[in-house]
């Protein structure tokens, strides 16, 4: 069974990038998740995934949010826990990159 929870420390990587190296998306509503166990494709373990939100989860969370700009980023929680601290900021730093909208 999968399982959620929040990942603080991801999301205190993810801020700091932001400004710097995705400024694009300083605007956007970026939530961050560990997920258990490490989801599979292809047979491979995949540590993160970057995905945009449809209108739905929009308005689940927030009406006034801009379903445009709404994206979750969600990261293996076991594989996190073996990553040295640049490995972990690489991985947060290659997720934001998959993130892109078109500013209103």
Known sequence: MTSYSKAPEVEAI????????????????????????TPKHGGHDVW???????????FLRDEDADEDAFFVIEIAKDGWTGLTPEQKTALVDHELSHLWFEEG
């Open 48 to 58: 993160g995934r970057a995905r945009k939100k449809g209108p739905l989860d929009v």
């Open 14 to 37: 993810a801020k700091d990038l932001i400004p710097e190296h995705h400024p694009h998306l300083t605007e956007a509503t970026v939530e961050y998740a560990f997920v258990k166990p």
